[in-house]
């Protein structure tokens, strides 16, 4: 038990809040917002010479050798700076799927380019029909097509896929129980995309597959047997959002007590008040609560250890966080903290966002329930 | 960042499991909700001193082990989760020797230590009086001195685990004139003196729960005050500290816990999605509640007193531990009204005792109000109401 941070990682931590502080400002994020890409190609670029994309794999393949926590510190300055682009979805659900399941052949072949910054990657997951990740009623299809496999049908809610170079595609191979992942080109014209306006204005896209080719030696990992690599995608996927809401959460923690110090109304600060004393108490409460749950399960993912139950804690516990933390800073902000000038609203759109993906609160009560042999 | 235990703590906790297992085969006692507070029985406080468990984390030269606060919260984590008896030694251990330790005298040290930690020697708090809750600096008993003496009179109220205590741990005012928090001191006052006596308090359970204790002209040794004298206020926000650190805080009716979820597994309530919902969400609850307490363990450990981060915890579990009697309350239907004893009692009656106890434990050792002063306060900065 230990609840610091090593030198080494307070180092990181710093390096990334004052070079994001420099580079993403709120400015720079709404017109991310209203671009097509939704990200600056010039700061990917620059976030790769400082080794970010590289940071959680090995030194063999250009990586930095670190670990999952120290990617997940790096991710909670994201959230705090609501950094735009397939930051998550390249390494996290894209690399690191690779390096896990991946053959010595794919991770030589896609991991340097990926590390250097190169090229982009995503996960084409759920589909449209079905909200609750069940991978299983999956109806996206790799059909045997002489040597390799042509994929048919459309997913729904991909991150970044508008961008991405490649995708990790996960369809159905046999009827009923084969799920494949199969890492597919992204550029092929038999794929088309189109991005949906969403409420965090991120980047959530419908890709419709019509018979895009995919080779034998693009399958990830066995084939047929998909659904356990998934859920470990899965899971650092919603542990990854876990870090970008702690960061955010943090951050609008920050900025509402600063408001309440200095906002006055009948002659006093309004952070004098009791109410709001105690409004902000119970956001630091949650803000705490929310980072201990989400770097207890980056740690044991980092380890390499079982943690089903942790994940989902972590996921369930960080978005009601999220709901509580939100609803009060908005109180305390007071009316101009639901305008479109203030900041406010960026964390507020991007948390929302956050909490849905890989599995709301409903679902991850759920996992724990099973965990719980309920 | 480390959510792991070191093998000797594993070690350890196996160790407290196994002992813990073999005294209720042995038929001692029955794990029982509230029994870190309530359950009092002097033999089983004696062989957990036996086992060097009582003041753990005390300098050896006093008896203690000097182990790690780590260590003593896996040791009390468990006792909480067995629902084990010890109510005779718990303030001793946790607060008072601690309080001895920071602030008293060579003398009171060797006097009192080696005695807690034998088990020898229990202790209630004096805090509270009648007119004296949140604010707590408005205390009236007061104590006189008188030559080598002072002389103690006054009430104190809400003192937990009273019948059973030899002393009492006293907080009086020593200087009528000075500004309020400036003219309180620290007393240990033994139980038998002449002049102290007590009445007890049922509470909403029906279970004794507390005493009036009242001081008649009772007359104390100066070498009894516990620290400076009238710098009293200030070591109890530090006793206070760790009052409230601990993990008693979260497993205060942890059977209740383990009892409704095994209930709802066995008789296939489980397969109702509300019930799965619900026991669900406490699961989540609860292992957030138990990071927010090892994080004021951690805390201690770094050496420092664990100021705001206790208040967090405490005002966080002791919401949790409410809703859990609730949620049990609403598994169990109208089952769950049913008092120990009775027909058709579901879990021993431990929903409906729980269900009403919780109520009191967002109120002692600071209320849920007073911990989230605390918070904006001293780790947020907010200016003072």
């Avoid at chain 1, 010479?49 to 999952?68: N, Q």
């Avoid at chain 1, 961008?163 to 199969?182: E, H, M, N, Q, S």
């Avoid at chain 2, 089952?335 to 919780?358: D, E, W």
């Amino acid at each position: 038990m230990k609840f610091t941070l090593t030198e080494e990682q307070e180092m990181l931590r710093k390096t990334a809040r004052d070079f994001l502080a420099e580079k993403c400002s709120k400015k720079l994020v709404k017109q991310m917002e209203e671009s097509e890409a939704g990200y600056s190609r010039e700061l990917w670029q620059e976030m790769a010479e400082l080794g970010w994309m590289g940071l959680a794999f090995p030194g063999t393949y250009g990586g930095g050798d670190m670990s999952f926590l120290d990617l997940a510190l790096l991710l909670e300055e994201m959230g705090r700076a609501c950094l735009p682009g397939p930051f998550l979805s390249t390494v996290v659900l894209g690399g690191l799927s690779i390096l896990d399941i991946g053959s010595e052949e794919q991770k030589q072949e896609y991991l340097p380019k990926l590390i250097r910054g190169e090229k982009i990657f995503t996960l084409a997951l759920t589909e449209p029909g079905y909200h609750n990740y069940d991978i299983s009623s999956a109806a996206v299809e790799a059909i045997r097509d002489d040597a390799s496999y042509v994929i048919s049908g459309t997913k729904l809610f991909v991150p970044d896929a508008h961008v991405a170079d490649y995708l990790l595609c996960v369809a159905r191979t046999k009827p009923k129980t084969g799920i494949t992942i199969f890492l597919t080109d992204a550029r092929s014209p038999r794929i088309k995309y189109t991005v949906l306006k969403t409420l965090a204005g991120d980047k959530l896209c419908e890709v419709v597959f019509d018979r895009a080719p995919a080779s034998k030696t693009g399958i990830l990992g066995r084939p047929n047997q998909g659904p356990s690599a998934v859920q470990k995608m899965m899971q650092r996927g919603a542990v990854g959002k876990c870090c970008e809401m702690v960061g955010a959460t943090q951050r609008v923690l920050e900025m509402t007590v600063d408001y309440a110090k200095e906002r006055k109304q009948f002659d006093r600060p309004i952070g004098s008040f009791q109410v709001i004393q105690h409004y902000c108490a119970d956001m630091s409460t949650d803000v705490d609560s929310a980072r201990f749950s989400t770097y207890q399960a980056a740690w044991m993912l980092s380890e390499g250890l079982p943690c089903t139950k942790e994940v989902a804690v972590a996921k369930a516990w960080v978005g009601q966080a999220c709901q509580r933390i939100f609803a009060l800073a908005h109180q305390i902000h007071g009316a101009i903290g639901v305008t479109i000038e203030h900041d406010l609203h960026y964390y507020t759109r991007r948390a929302k966002a956050a909490e849905l993906a890989f599995g709301d609160t409903d679902f991850h009560r759920e996992v724990v329930a099973r965990e719980m042999g309920l | 960042m480390d959510f792991g235990f070191t093998e000797e703590q594993n070690r350890f906790r196996q160790e407290v499991r196994a002992f813990l297992e073999g005294e209720m085969k042995n038929g001692y006692w029955k794990p029982a909700c509230d029994a870190w507070v309530q359950g009092f029985d002097p033999e089983f406080s004696k062989r957990v001193a036996q086992r060097g468990w009582i003041g753990l984390t005390w300098p050896k030269e006093y008896g203690g082990q000097g182990r790690s606060h780590l260590d003593r919260l896996i040791l009390t984590e468990e006792m909480l989760r067995y629902g084990a008896p010890a109510a005779c030694h718990w303030f001793g251990d946790r607060q008072v020797g601690g309080a001895i330790l920071s602030f008293g005298s060579e003398e009171l040290k060797r006097e009192f230590l080696p005695r807690i930690v034998k088990g020898e020697a229990y202790f209630g708090l004096g805090m509270s009086e009648p007119g004296t809750g949140s604010d707590l600096a408005s205390l009236q008993t007061r104590a006189a001195e008188d030559g080598d003496y002072y002389v103690i009179n006054g009430q104190k109220t809400w003192t937990s685990c009273a019948s059973f205590a030899e002393y009492f741990d006293v907080y009086v005012r020593t200087d009528p004139e000075a500004p309020r928090h400036r003219g309180i001191s620290e007393f240990i006052v033994d139980a038998k003196a002449p002049g102290v006596s007590r009445i007890s308090m049922i509470d909403i359970t029906g279970t004794e729960a507390w005493n009036d204790v009242f001081f008649d002209n009772v007359r104390v040794h100066k070498r009894y005050l516990v620290g400076e004298k009238n710098r009293g206020f200030y070591q109890v926000l530090h006793q206070l500290d760790y009052e409230r650190s601990g993990m008693e805080r979260l497993m205060g009716n942890y059977p209740l816990f383990e009892a409704i979820v095994e209930f709802a597994r066995e008789n296939k309530l489980s397969r109702d999605p509300i019930i799965r919902n619900k026991l669900a969400q406490i699961q989540i609850e609860f292992e957030v509640g138990r990071l927010l307490i090892y994080r004021v363990a951690w805390v201690m450990e770094e050496g420092r007193a664990p100021n705001w981060e206790s208040s967090m915890s405490k005002a966080y579990c002791t919401e949790f531990e409410k809703r859990l009697a609730g949620v049990a309350m609403e598994v169990l239907g109208p089952y769950g009204q049913l008092m120990s004893g009775s027909k058709f009692a579901p879990l021993r009656g431990m929903a409906s005792h729980s269900y009403l106890g919780s109520k009191g434990y967002s109120l002692q050792a600071g209320t849920t109000e007073i911990l989230k002063n605390i918070l904006a306060t001293r780790r947020l900065g907010l200016p003072a109401s």
